[in-house]
């Protein structure tokens, strides 16, 4: 059965380290992947989105990479800042324009 | 001037009562969707519209029926709610794109409580 997995726990670094989050996923050929930042009671907000014939992806601090190989994306971000604390979500795209999300990772920054 | 607009936040109401969740998006998208999220903040797609059209149906009770007024409208109904409904759901939109790829902006959620 298709399955997408993100770290389930949360990840914990420190301010002006560079937080790694990651995607794997099994039983899918996605056309794109996108991550998203959801704040505690709202609605998750768009990031990035990489296509699968691209490798890697930036945006300001943010950096993804997809590797259609090894089914995994990952997800940086640089120069954490406590204000980066939230959920991050990995959501894999097909077709109609069908976003399939992962559970999330909780990441907190820390001073 | 709120892209994906969704009322009410919270709701709250008994088993077996009929409830609706209003959802209206000013970005002029062809698409919009209803997404449920449960307590284990899982985030799950359930319809999707594209220009008033169903196009996804995510194996979803009957007791949820989708209306799609006009193609800046989607409302959720629930008929005959449980306990197993209660669940934050989200209303997004999205615009069609010439390689299918594009970015989903999603409403802020209602809580929906059964009690």
């Known amino acids: 059965s298709q399955k997408i997995e993100q770290n389930s726990e949360a990840l914990n670094i420190q301010e002006g380290k560079t937080a790694t989050l990651t995607c794997n996923y099994t039983?899918?050929?996605?056309?794109?992947l996108q991550w998203y930042r959801q704040d505690p009671g709202r609605g998750p907000v768009f990031l990035l989105l990489?296509?699968?014939?691209?490798k890697e992806k930036r945006k300001e601090r943010l950096k993804v990479t997809f590797d259609t190989t090894l089914k995994q994306s990952l997800f940086h971000i640089t120069a954490s800042q406590p204000a980066d604390s939230a959920t991050y979500l990995c959501?894999?795209?097909?077709?109609?324009?069908?976003?399939?999300f992962g559970t999330g990772t909780r990441l907190q920054v820390t001073l | 001037d709120t892209a994906v607009s969704q009322t009410p936040k919270y709701l709250v109401t008994q088993m077996g009562n009929d409830k609706s969740i209003k959802c209206e998006q000013n970005?002029?998208?062809?698409?919009m969707y209803w997404y449920k999220q449960d307590s284990k903040k899982f985030l799950k797609i359930m319809f999707s519209?594209?220009?008033?059209?169903?196009?996804i149906n995510e194996t979803v009770p009957n007791r949820f029926s989708p209306k799609s007024p006009d193609k800046a409208h989607l409302n959720l109904h629930i008929n005959s709610l449980e306990l197993g409904d209660s669940a934050v759901y989200f209303c997004?939109?999205?615009?069609?794109?010439?390689?299918?790829?594009?970015?989903?902006?999603f409403g802020q959620g209602t809580r929906l409580t059964v009690v």
């Open positions: 039983n899918y050929s996605p056309a794109y």
């Open positions: 959501a894999l795209g097909g077709t109609a324009s069908k976003l399939t």
């Open positions: 519209y594209n220009n008033k059209e169903l196009i």
């Open positions: 990489i296509r699968e014939n691209e």
């Open positions: 997004a939109s999205s615009q069609d794109s010439s390689d299918g790829h594009t970015e989903a902006f």
């Open positions: 970005l002029g998208h062809d698409t």
